[in-house]
């Protein structure tokens, strides 16, 4: 649809996570905003990432679970039956409450809606190709806004490896999963890191057969060191094959109405043939810079990322960029706290600049995992004294009340004054635990206030508290 004006205070290009916090807020600060996006509100996370994926991922967990419901006392009669079609309508019917909640919220806070594809025309103007009333692109005409300043938040694309083309059918990305209502009976899935990982333990859970191929040396790379081999042993123990410095031919990889062939194996070793029925790739995201008008601006990219400083701020005076489009996190709730910090500049309001090392991360993983700030191999790396705390999930009651007992918390204080650099959770609840840690780290607590502060019992969150403590050698039940 066309805007009603074309002078806005701010216009913001791209309705993912990022951009419509952006736009929600400085709405809320009395500014004149518009948004643009041609598609639907909520972007990947909502409609083919974070969103459908968790579903699925609460389906396939509760799966798992009724079929230990005999260690409950509960017997069920016979093994509970998996229904996919079920499965994937109910993460549809999720996907489409959020929307649809997210769409009345553009109204409430009286932000002018967009349906289009836009493109930077200078620092000030973006040239929006409308969508028709159906819906179709470009079948709406053309309309040029004009905005005091552009925050682009337009979010990335999956991304494949070289000469490895997806079908959608035998060769498939995220987007296929979190959209397909079958099941394969077994999956290779290329690339263990965050999203790799949970559609690992997700197949797995739904009694896929999995292999997990990751090039690095270790899954999850980007976590802590303990945590990496704490999952992969995991996962191991479940049945999940997993091959870490695993080499392929992407070129060589076969795809045929039977399924997915190739020829993998560890660096330096054999290369055995593997036969799947579906191939996945999970390798990472790629941002959607092209086409968005950069060249009419300053703005500078480095390997494809736009390059923002503390405020996201570009070169390009008053032209910001948040969330996947800068490259870092890319998380969604990352990009939600970009866009608050890139608006609060523009309302000169001087907020304090992003420290990356204070954003939680989340996996949900079975079991999950939550982190924040350094892991203690980034600590060696940069010459950082540290003394660790960690404490079992095992030896915690809620834990084993609930069945749940592997995992652990790990945090990571300074040697000297025992500050907390990080915070590494593995186990059940962790991608909740972790915001206790979020909020210690703004705090600038030590580790000692936080193993201080009176934790409920019997609660998953003394995991945290006893970890917190043993950084002086001070827990209680271990």
């Not at 819906?135 to 337009?154: N, R």
């Not at 060191?225 to 060589?252: C, H, M, Q, W």
């Not at 995201?285 to 008008?293: C, L, Q, T, V």
Request: a negative charge.
């Amino acid at each position: 649809m066309a805007a009603e004006s074309s002078e806005f205070d701010l216009i913001v290009l791209g309705a993912g996570s990022g951009g419509y916090s952006a736009a929600f807020r400085a709405a809320q600060l009395g500014m004149r905003v518009a948004l643009v996006d041609r598609g639907r509100i909520g972007g990947t996370c909502l409609h083919v990432g974070c969103i459908p994926t968790k579903a699925l991922l609460e389906s396939a967990e509760l799966y798992a679970r009724l079929r230990r419901s005999k260690d409950f006392g509960i017997a069920l009669g016979g093994q509970p039956s998996l229904d996919y079609p079920a499965v994937a309508a109910r993460r549809d019917q999720v996907v489409k409450r959020m929307w649809t909640g997210l769409r009345g919220l553009v109204g409430k806070n009286g932000v002018t809606w967009v349906a289009g594809s836009g493109r930077l025309e200078g620092a000030g103007a973006v040239r929006v190709v409308l969508n028709g009333e159906d819906g179709t692109p470009g079948g709406g005409g053309e309309q040029v806004l004009h905005g005091s300043d552009v925050i682009l938040a337009t979010g990335s694309r999956v991304k494949s490896l070289p000469g490895l083309v997806p079908d959608g059918r035998r060769i498939v990305t995220s987007d296929d999963v979190t959209t397909k209502v079958d099941l394969p009976r077994s999956i290779a899935i290329v690339g263990a890191g965050a999203v790799g990982s949970e559609f690992a333990s997700l197949y797995h859970d739904l009694g896929v057969a999995v292999t997990l191929l990751e090039y690095l040396p270790s899954i999850v790379p980007l976590e802590d060191r303990e945590v990496s081999a704490a999952l992969e042993k995991s996962f191991v123990r479940r049945g999940i094959k997993v091959i870490t410095n695993a080499r392929f031919d992407p070129a060589a990889v076969r795809a045929s109405d039977d399924g997915v062939t190739l020829a993998v194996g560890p660096e330096g070793g054999a290369a055995a043939e593997l036969a799947v029925e579906q191939l996945l790739v999970a390798t990472g995201r790629a941002p959607n810079s092209e086409e968005i008008g950069l060249e009419t601006t300053k703005v500078e990219l480095e390997r494809g990322f736009v390059k923002v400083d503390g405020w996201m701020r570009t070169a390009e005076p008053h032209v910001y960029a948040i969330g996947d489009l800068v490259g870092g996190l890319m998380l969604a709730h990352v990009a939600a706290h970009e866009g608050l910090e890139a608006v609060h500049e523009i309302a000169g309001q001087g907020p304090q600049p992003i420290d990356y090392d204070r954003q939680p991360r989340a996996t949900y993983t079975h079991p999950a995992i939550g982190s924040i700030g350094l892991s203690e191999q980034q600590c060696e790396e940069r010459g950082i004294a540290v003394k660790v705390g960690r404490f079992p999930f095992a030896a915690v009651a809620k834990a084993v009340i609930a069945g749940e007992t592997e995992g652990f918390a790990k945090v990571i204080a300074g040697a000297e004054k025992g500050e907390v650099l990080g915070v590494h959770l593995f186990g059940p609840g962790v991608t909740d635990l972790i915001a206790e840690a979020a909020v210690a780290m703004s705090l600038d607590a030590t580790a000692a206030e936080m193993g201080g502060a009176t934790h409920p019992h019997p609660s998953l969150a003394e995991v945290l508290g006893e970890a917190a403590l043993a950084v002086d050698g001070r827990q209680l039940n271990a």
